[in-house]
């Protein structure tokens, strides 16, 4: 079986190989195309995974090739993992940075920062996809590019259910609270739904019994992992739920983007500071055996350590506990996926789908994040309790805001654009929405298409 990776030179990619590496089962995936159009970033990418191959000493270690010509990455391929980055970190540091500039929120995914990346990456997707359908119509597409709702969406209009987002957050989220809860994560079933970046876990139930008003109601264990720690248990009590962490964005808005307007950098500017000196570094050939590896791991750890920390900062928790620096599994999500697809090994994962009618709020081509049955056909979102109100609220006016994304994207429409800005609940004025894309269009050349 042979897998694609759009953003081959992506940081995470050493993820996906690992959890390959891993692997044991017939039918694995026996070849890895990495495509990205950065030669560097390829050739530093192509060390570390050999690094990973050799380490694990596995003889049938999944071949690995590296190409910048899309056609010759897809052709012949059975799935594609999607994690471009649309301008880079360059981009997103940008986009932080001119957000809060105005006092709103600049984030790679949710507010202002979310909008600017969705404007600048759907038109980008669309035409992947295009190429997708052309060279290698029987492939699945797993995409992780952000803001992965929106783009997933944008994908589906040419693949249809062919392309499933996935995200590690609420895995991680579910992961904790089951261990919390003393059950295994695998025999949880965890009822959570939402958007990408905008969902709530309102049950956990083991054996038929709902578990979570336990922890609701228990202090001590709502302070011992992140997300008890982010928005105080006090509040999760209020919402009788447990949000995805990025709904601090929101909760807690006006706090956050003052944190974030006091830090030194952006958190977009830490990243791309970091990931400049890493691949410049394990780019040249002269390194010794294990050390692109090693210079990863210590990059990774740094990158895991600082994630959220002006969230954690308005909240007063200090740094990470050592048990949220576990990566929230995007991997082995999309491993699972994989072989659930390919093997008809059923499996139930949260992931992101057309809506169908799973929620009546949302016409049936909305993309949401929800538990889904997956099989040799593909995901099937799981029937879900209604959203209480004040869900259906965010919910709603997010999506308003992606489907003018969507629109300025297919029109190239000036007043599409200051729309979708002007609609999301994070940004308070038309006249701010309309500052902001003069601000980005200016900072980015790919969103000339806007007139």
């Known amino acids: 079986m042979r897998l694609t990776i759009l953003g081959g030179g992506g940081f995470r990619v050493p993820l996906v190989y690992g959890a390959l590496l891993g692997d044991r089962g017939e039918g694995r995936v026996s070849h890895v195309t990495l495509y990205d159009e950065d030669p560097g970033r390829l050739t530093a990418m192509a060390r570390v995974l050999a690094d990973q191959a050799a380490a694990s000493g596995a003889a049938d270690a999944p071949a690995v090739t590296a190409t910048g010509d899309l056609d010759e990455a897809l052709r012949g391929t059975d799935f594609v993992f999607s994690a471009i980055r ?33 404007l600048r990456t759907v038109p980008v997707v669309r035409e992947i996809a295009r190429r997708i359908a052309r060279t290698a119509p029987d492939a699945w597409v797993i995409n992780f590019t ?3 709702g929106v783009v997933t969406e944008a994908m589906a209009e040419v693949l249809g259910d062919r392309v499933i987002g996935i995200c590690d957050s609420p895995v991680g989220l579910g992961r904790r609270i089951a261990r919390l809860l003393g059950a295994r994560p695998q025999d949880a079933w965890i009822d959570y739904v939402g958007l990408n970046h905008l969902g709530w ?17 228990d202090d001590k264990a709502l302070e011992s992992f992140e997300e008890g720690r982010l928005f105080g248990a006090d509040w999760l009590r209020s919402l009788g739920a447990i949000p995805n962490e990025y709904l601090h964005y929101y909760y807690f808005n006006r706090d956050t983007v003052r944190a974030y307007r006091r830090a030194e950098r952006t958190r977009g500017a830490f990243l791309r500071d970091q990931q400049r ?19 990863w791991d210590r990059t990774r750890a740094e990158r895991e350590a600082t994630y959220m920390s002006e969230n954690r900062e308005v909240a007063g928790v200090g740094e ?16 699972a996926l994989m072989r659930a697809i390919a093997r008809d090994e ?6 992101n789908v057309r809506n169908r009618g799973t929620l009546s709020v949302l016409d049936a081509d909305a993309v949401i ?10 995901a099937h979102p799981v029937a879900v309790d209604p959203l209480p109100l004040h869900a259906v609220g965010l919910v709603t006016s997010v999506k308003a805001a992606e489907r003018e994304v969507l629109a300025a994207a297919a029109s190239g429409a000036r007043a599409d654009a200051v729309k979708a800005f002007a609609l999301h609940p994070l940004v308070d004025s038309v006249a701010v929405a309309r500052r902001l894309l003069d601000g980005y269009a200016t900072e980015h050349p790919g969103l000339g298409y806007l007139r």
């Open 346 to 351: 059923r499996a139930t994962l949260i992931l």
């Open 320 to 335: 990470r506990e050592e048990s949220d620096l576990e990566s929230g599994g995007y991997e082995k999500v999309a491993l």
């Open 86 to 118: 649309v301008g880079g970190l360059e981009g997103r540091a940008a986009d932080e940075r001119i957000a809060l500039a105005e006092g709103v929120l600049g984030q790679e995914t949710v507010g202002a920062g979310g909008i600017a990346y969705g």
């Open 277 to 295: 000196a890493f691949y410049a570094g394990t780019g040249r050939p002269d390194g010794p055996p294990g050390s692109a590896l090693a210079a």
């Open 201 to 217: 876990v309102r049950g956990l139930r083991v054996g038929g019994r709902d578990e979570l008003p336990r922890l609701l109601a």
């Open 146 to 148: 952000n803001p992965a």
């Open 369 to 378: 994040e929800v538990p889904c049955l997956v099989d040799a056909n593909g």
